[in-house]
């Protein structure tokens, strides 16, 4: 068995394909050897020996030492150096690199193969003293702390006291004598450590090769594992590279940076990067000394200046991918160390894989993949003007439920909230936690501040789902609403003070800071999505209930309302006394008298939204709530409703006691609740189908609306429902004498509707799968109370995700897979989409384009997310 693949003036053993058992590192620096670029020579170690290693009780396997002794063989021939030779030494730096890029967290050793002898040779031979006690002290230094354990300050300390003592601020300004005498010192804390430098060069080799393999599992490099979800049972492991040292600390012709094929920042076609004269690779990253600008390079030495821009330019077009490079340049000498893909921000990734496309270095399918739906997400976010926000102080922090910035004045009701945001006020809603009461204050507030609940909790889904920035549970902050203010600490806030709440940390901060949020896509993310366009299959919709969500979602790109929940029309101010006035009414005459009264608002809310999706979908869904929803709950304002009702307060509150239910989610809501109450649903179909016909005759604008029936669990129900909304639909549009198509269907979100779509798709023109109530039902895991075991479901690998946030695709969504296969079976036009949470979530979205559904629909903000992410499952 291999274990060992050599590089060399030219030719490598290995190649860029082979990551996985050469590591990133290792793998480029052969690609790079084969490419005819300038790489020091060396070999790479496989990663299956750090794989043997942790599965063999820290043993190597049979054949390695020979390999590595023959490779180090085979190296000092190309070098023409010896290792351990005192004449002319061989030196090498043993490097970790495994296939995921971990930049930093793992470690390597610089100039191993000095000791007591070779750096004697290595002052003759260079006829440099003092670079060779530089070496050599930066050797001990490195191999004590990472193959031994010896503490690094302890070096750092020694150094910082001889500089002192000199007088000198920069480690470049201690001469040959210094660094011998530092040589000394750092022996001596080898000696105080209890720890014995190793001045046979084999053994510095294997402790320095067992030291990299460690790094593996050190605790830094596992907690970045763990951040960035690289599973620990892919047990991926490191490879080692050994490479002999090439010198960039041999004078002011030689030094040594870190480059970029672009701007990682902006996307910008320029090399961007750093340079230190006279230095070693590890002096740029520790930040001893301030770096040049690679500009620098150029004025200091323009013919290695251009090379490296040659040579860069060339990996670009090799890996078709912004490269990010080290290189050292050893007495005008340039070579390369390392190349990997860069790097970059969100705004940079979707510039760059756009710009490659027109290049013509990647085609449009490359360049949907390359770009992440995070990366589409962040940019869409508003953003703090930095500059001001750095001026800010915080004081709070909470869970960042909904990334984003928000500024605005606090107010702690939510009617209020809804009124000033209409009004063009901005206002953070702060509440101790929220309900579905709330949802219209969220709606038009900047941004969501709660000092109770989790990442799951109300606030927090709704307001992802809103793309509004949340901060939730900030337990710190006593929300005092009925006296106007919140107080943290001793800082108090009152109502109509102006906060800012940055909901990717969690931070609360006070004062007013100026946000950017861009309200449509243009440029490089505009492109980049019509691409997507043309490569998926799943249509996207937006869920939307009032005109602006509507108007965002059709600026993102949505191709019609998959979702629009009347219910948050009934929330409204000036609506939910007449709505109340309708719940609590004793005859079937009173309840249809006051659904007259909301009728004429309701079809102006359809009307709103119909305008601005002319020509495309819109689908409305039936009241769902339970009716508990819209009345008050405590005495004070039940007695203010009642009030307000005209009767007494008894009265009321024996009605609210009546709708009490004991599990309302699966209680009197939904079609069941339509038919119980036919007029409620006769009332919302007239507002639909009158607002079509009004927009038709008066403006000639096409509307396609569809019907919606939620909840629906037996298709007798859909059976009941649907001849009533025919009747008076069918009527309506007769007597108006103008054609409007439209649609009945229903929501699948009971796990009953799931097995019997058949029966169901006969009578249902498009299904709707509500994915957040069927996520509840098929679980059994009430929504509202999952923060109590959700959290430690995860935690204890019960569950890998969230099934609220992204599909459980083993359970849920096989009934998905299922009642769509049964539904088409059973009508072959039946139009089929989702219009949960699921629907903006790219892995969900991924099953949906298996499963066979024909559209997404998800919040506004998340319609170009789903544009990407719909596209990229289709390749
Ligand atoms: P990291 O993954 O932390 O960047 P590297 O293995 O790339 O670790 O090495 C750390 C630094 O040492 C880098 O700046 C690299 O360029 C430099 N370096 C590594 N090997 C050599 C070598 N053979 N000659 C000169 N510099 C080297
Ligand atoms: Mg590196
Ligand atoms: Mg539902």
Redesign the pocket.
Known sequence: KKYVYFFANGVAEGKAEMKDILGG?GANLAEMTNLGIPV?P?FTISAEVCRYYYTHGHTYPEGLKEEVEAAMKRLEQVTGKGFGDPKRPL???V???AAIS???????I?NLGLNDETVEGLAKMTNNPRFAYDAYRRFLQMFGDTALGIPRSKFENALEEMKKAKGVKFDVELDANDLKKLVEIFKNIYKEENKEFPQDVYKQLWLAIEAVIKSWMSERAVKYRQIHNIREDQMLGTAV?I??????NMGENSG?G?AFTRDPNTGEKKIYGEFLPNA???D??AGIRTPLPISELERLMPQTYKELVEIMDKLERHYKDMQDI???IEEGKL?L??TRSGKRTSRAAIKIAVDMVHEGLITKEEAVLRVKPEDVERVLHPRFDEKERAKATVIAKGLPASPGAATGKVIFDSHKAEELGRNGEMVILVRPETSPEDVGGMAFAQGILTSRGGMTSHAAVVARGMGKPAVVGAEMIEVKEEEGFFRVNNVVVKEGDWISIDGATGEVLLGKIPTIRPMGLEGEIAELLKWADEIRRLGVRANADIPRDADVARRFGAEGIGLCRTEHMFFEKDRIPKMRKMIVAKTKEEREKALNELLPLQKEDFKGLFRIMAGYPVTIRLIDPPLHEFLPQDDEQIEATARELGMSAKELKDIVESLKELNPMLGHRGCRLTITYPEIAIMQTKAIIGAAIELKKEENIDVIPEIMIPLVGHVNELVYMKKIIKEVADQMIKEAGVQIEYKIGTMIEVPRACVTADEIAKEAEFFSFGTNDLTQMTFAFSRDDIGKFLPEYLQKGILEHDPFKTLDYEGVGKLVEMATQKGKQARSNLKVGVCGEHGGDPRSIRFFHKAGLDYVSCSPYRVPIARLAAAQAAL
């Open positions: 590192k020091p060396g030196l090498v730096s490097r970790s690199g971990m930049p930093g967290m793992m470690d390597t610089l590279n490479v002999a040292m090439v010198f960039g040594t870190v070693q690779g590890e740029v990253v080290e290189f050292t070579y160390l390392q």
